[in-house]
């Protein structure tokens, strides 16, 4: 039969625009689907052979792969299951049917559809993707079972031809006339033995059907010892080489796999000089089938805290890989996680890379979440100290975690660790501090800073100290946001140390020392009205402390108020952040406070009040460990006072 023209429809060409210049992000995605095909034809024998005997077995199931450097031109051959000419024509045809007005549209909207799904996950818009790195493909098929092959051609622009071909065995051969190499727009030089090696070692090394690239090298005539022969005849020898190890870990059973593989093919896929702290192979059946190794890291990666774009899981389908970091298998807190999902169901979309919304996706991931959650409790668990390793370097995404994933906050909680005022000086859990809470206590207190050591000496903690509540130490600006998102864990209320009004003791002991602070306050009414007044740029209240024992003053947020330290943090980021002012909470007790009660009492219009009230607001910053606003100032009140306290001595 003698060629046969088909015209493009425009909407094909608009098409082939679109997937050519905007869908794929790196050309040389092409040989991955055109190999991806390939195995997919071999797949397809396979399986018919079992039920037709006929189909001859004796041929070698492979995928071949040659260069004609002069010539630049790559061809691809299988021994797959072929195609007849009106399935050439439907298969590849596909691209020229009713569906690719919807497909195009769906595409412009980034849309993720069932319906696109089914359209784009069909044989022909991948093979066009060849088209990147070609200017004309040719492509001979042969039909397991048949005698006669089809000739394809096109240019990729507005038609293709269909002519009677010839091939010696069932299969598909696909011949790419190449474009010039362009690497600054991403098309390499697919001539050149090494880039095909990468490439096929890149994306479709667990291929489970051998790559094998003729190759050929310039050899020496040698002697008898096997030394060249100097001005000797020079032969070309021609050797196969196969590109693709077959071995992917992940589809073994875990006890076919030693330790030593785990931990070589992490380093691999992690570029990391040692071993995993924790490996986990995952093997699903049922409704939707995959099977993943995970692992999770020792040390953080440099870029753990920067938003960078290639990071997530590889995925594969059918043992080739779709997408090298798939950020949509596991929740961005849990970016530190390195590994591999291969699925035979999911779907295929026109570029592999546009899954985002698939519903088999969501599954995998819920499913991974856990998984990693539940490997990192085990660790908590039986192993602490290993866990404290994995805490002090991959910890803080965690913290991220409990306060976005809703779902899992239920197990990502008690995975945290804190410091506390507990006497052993260990890194404990929120489940360690409620097992040791006071009989009758309803909250969990915490206390914020810059080092574990400033929480310790800050007078915010005195009464906690003295009565012996356990209080957790958050030194990571992170955690107060953590805090604040979660309100309270189990049946117990977080409460900081450094905000609102703070009751400790029996129900009894409450009532009475708030009945004893009312009274005093009365006494104080006047000096406070006072200093309120004097400090108001920096003060909203002055009032009597319930947690101060022997420090004289502090300085207290109201509960929604940001602490010091988050609010430094915050003013780094943004200059123009309002001025947050906190409560001046002064020690009843302490007699430097009962001093000046009595002496303001007997002359209110003596100067020294407002100097007195700059100093102890001051006092109550380096208390905390926050910068004094005129450090000058202070210096001069204090050497004044000491000249004068001298001189009346």
Not at 116 to 134: D, K, P
Not at 366 to 379: E, G, I
Not at 574 to 588: A, C, F, G, S, V
Request: aromatic share 10%; glycine share 6%.
């Amino acid at each position: 039969m003698s060629a046969e023209t088909f015209q493009f429809q425009a909407e094909t060409k608009q098409l082939l625009e679109l997937m050519i210049h905007s869908l794929y992000s790196s050309k040389e995605i092409f040989l991955r689907e055109l190999i991806s095909n390939a195995s997919d034809a071999l797949d397809r024998l396979h399986f018919q052979s079992l039920t037709d005997s006929s189909l001859n077995k004796d041929v070698p199931k492979e995928i071949r792969l040659e260069v004609d450097k002069d010539a630049k031109i790559l061809t691809i051959s299988d021994t797959g299951i072929g195609m007849t000419r009106e399935e050439l024509i439907k298969n590849i045809g596909t691209i020229a049917q009713s569906g690719t007005k919807e497909l195009l549209d769906a595409l412009k909207e980034d849309s993720s559809s069932e319906t696109v799904s089914s359209l784009i996950g069909q044989f022909g818009v991948g093979f066009y993707s060849a088209f990147m790195g070609a200017n004309k493909i040719s492509l001979v098929t042969r039909k397991a079972g048949e005698e006669s092959a089809t000739r394809w051609e096109s240019e990729g622009a507005g038609e293709y031809t269909l002519s009677d071909a010839t091939r010696a065995n069932h299969g598909t051969t696909i011949t790419l006339f190449l474009k010039d190499a362009d690497p600054e727009n991403g098309l390499d030089d697919f001539t050149s033995e090494y880039t095909i090696e990468n490439v096929v070692k890149r994306y479709s090394d667990f291929v489970r059907y051998p790559i094998i690239l003729k190759t050929q090298r310039e050899e020496v005539e040698k002697d008898e010892e096997g030394k060249e022969i100097e001005g000797g005849k020079k032969s070309i020898v021609v050797e196969d080489k196969t590109l693709n190890s077959m071995k992917p870990l992940w589809v073994r059973s875990k006890n076919d796999v030693t330790e030593e593989e785990y931990t070589e093919f992490y380093k691999q896929i992690s570029r990391s000089w040692e071993a995993p702290l924790s490996t986990i192979p995952l093997s699903v059946e049922g409704m939707l089938e995959y099977k993943a190794l995970l692992f999770i890291p020792k040390k953080a990666p440099f870029d753990l805290y920067h938003h960078v774009p290639n990071r997530g899981l590889r995925l594969y389908v059918r043992s080739v890989l779709i997408k090298e970091h798939c950020e949509e298998l596991l929740p961005s807190y849990l970016r530190f996680v390195q590994g591999v999902v291969d699925s035979s169901d999911l779907p295929l979309n026109v570029s592999r890379e546009m899954l985002q919304q698939d519903r088999h996706v969501k599954q995998i991931r819920k499913f991974l979440t856990k998984k990693v959650l539940d490997d990192l409790k085990y660790l908590l668990k039986e192993e602490y100290d290993k866990y404290c390793e994995f805490w002090e370097e991959l910890g803080r995404p965690l913290k991220e975690g409990a306060s976005s994933d809703y779902d899992n906050r239920d197990k990502i909680l008690p995975l945290l660790l804190f410091s506390s005022s507990h006497e052993d000086g260990k890194l404990g859990t929120l489940d360690g501090y409620v097992e040791r809470m006071k009989e009758g206590q309803k909250e969990i207190f915490y206390m914020t800073g810059e080092s574990k050591e400033e929480i310790e000496s800050s007078p915010h903690l005195e009464a906690f100290k003295a009565k012996g509540y356990e209080v957790l130490y958050l030194t990571d600006p992170i955690d107060e946001l953590v805090f604040q998102s979660l309100f309270q864990y189990k049946d117990f209320k977080f409460k900081s140390a450094g905000k609102g009004d703070v009751e400790l003791g029996s129900d009894e002991e409450k009532e009475e020392n708030k009945k004893k602070l009312e009274e005093q306050s009365k006494d104080y009414a006047d000096l406070f009205e006072f200093l309120k007044e004097k400090l108001s740029e920096s003060v909203k209240e002055v009032r009597l402390s319930s947690r101060l024992t022997s420090s004289p003053a502090c300085l207290v947020g109201s509960d929604f108020d940001l602490s010091p330290q988050l609010e430094r943090f915050l003013k780094q980021r943004k200059e123009d952040m309002p001025k947050q002012k906190r409560i001046l909470e002064l020690n009843p007790e302490h007699s430097l406070i009962k001093k000046m009660l009595a002496g303001f009492n007997e002359d209110k219009e003596s100067t020294r009040w407002q100097e007195y009230g700059d100093l102890l607001f001051g006092y109550a910053l380096l208390a905390e460990g926050s910068k004094l606003p005129d450090p000058a100032r202070f210096n001069r009140l204090v050497v004044e006072m000491m000249d004068r306290e001298l001189a009346e001595s």
